[in-house]
């Protein structure tokens, strides 16, 4: 016949003393994540600061061998941040 787990009442009795459970409270020990920021806005609409950052973007491309390379610089930093 296949051996059973003992019940508590064996594991009390082989024991000899009883085994009280133990108490977790139902409260966070640690902050939870506060998330994302959220996104800086400006009185600017989208499309001004696009036109604002262009001659910069343009910069950084030519110093990097072209917008591919800055596109692949870009799409490792994404993976990085995930």
Excluded: C, F, N
Aim: hydrophobic letters at 35%.
């Amino acid at each position: 016949m296949a051996r059973q787990a003992p019940t508590p009442a064996q594991t009390r009795a082989a024991h000899g003393h009883r085994v009280e459970p133990l108490a977790v409270p139902d409260i966070a020990t640690q902050p939870h994540p506060a998330g994302e920021p959220a996104p800086h806005t400006t009185a600017e609409p989208p499309d001004q600061r696009l036109e604002d950052l262009l001659p910069e973007v343009k910069a950084l491309a030519q110093k990097l061998g072209g917008y591919k390379k800055l596109s692949e610089i870009a799409e490792q930093l994404d993976h990085m941040a995930e």
